[in-house]
């Protein structure tokens, strides 16, 4: 079974409108945190936002929040007021604490586009 | 400012041939990672190293070896380059606390 699945291959959105990103993972450990990454075509990752398991409130980072629904393992990037910069690849990913795994594992991505 | 950096941006290399990924970072991490990225499967871990010396495989070994002699800097070697080793190489390096992994640039490389 896949760890993290976004099943968003590429999403369109006009300039300032927000926009989600869907996210959902699987895990059997208590304890894990989940990471959003921004990619833009010059190919460098740009960590956005983070949200640990035991973390009661969604993580906000500027105009990126997460929202999270522990229940559903889900896990959802939104974008408010977007901008033209936002055009990159996006990725999820988990890390497992009770495993000791130390390494990220990712998903497949969503190629976002925002159009003026 | 904290920086992951890799030795090429490009890289053309032929069948065969040994190849040397280098990566450094100055942020006196303990863990570093290299990750294979291709089209629609996201980045997958090749090896990651949690200490001087110390190494333990990812997701998708084969094919690859690593080295890490000082703490500042992780290699990745393809021993016979093949054309199926074609991809974008990732390397990231973090502390061992649930802390976001820091990236470098990436090595595009192309096997003939």
């Known amino acids: 079974a896949q760890k993290i699945t976004q099943t968003q291959p590429g999403m369109f959105v006009q300039e300032k409108e927000a926009v989600t990103l869907d996210c959902t993972y699987d895990?059997?450990?208590?304890?894990?945190?989940l990471f959003w990454y921004k990619q833009p075509s010059s190919g460098e990752m740009i960590f956005l936002i983070y949200q640990g398991s035991y973390d009661e409130q969604n993580a906000t980072e500027g105009r990126y929040s997460l929202n999270f629904q522990k229940a559903r393992k889900s896990a959802n990037l939104v974008i408010s007021a977007s901008q033209l910069g936002d055009s990159a690849m996006y990725f999820c990913a988990m890390r497992e604490l009770d495993t000791g795994r130390r390494a990220l594992t990712f998903g497949s991505g969503t190629r976002l586009q925002v159009q003026p | 400012d904290v920086k992951v950096t890799q030795s090429s941006r490009y890289l053309v290399k032929r069948t065969g041939e040994k190849v040397f990924l280098e990566c450094v970072q100055d942020?006196?991490?303990?863990?570093m990672f290299w990750y294979r990225q291709d089209p629609g499967l996201g980045l997958r871990l090749i090896y990651f190293s949690y200490d001087v010396k110390m190494k333990e495989k990812g997701d998708i070994p084969e094919g690859y070896s690593v080295s890490r002699e000082k703490k500042e800097r992780f290699s990745l070697i393809l021993e016979s380059a093949s054309t199926n080793q074609t991809s974008m190489y990732l390397c990231a390096s973090s502390r061992p606390t649930l802390d976001e992994q820091f990236f470098g640039p990436g090595t595009r490389l192309t096997v003939l």
């Open positions: 895990t059997s450990d208590q304890s894990y945190g």
């Open positions: 942020m006196d991490h303990e863990n």
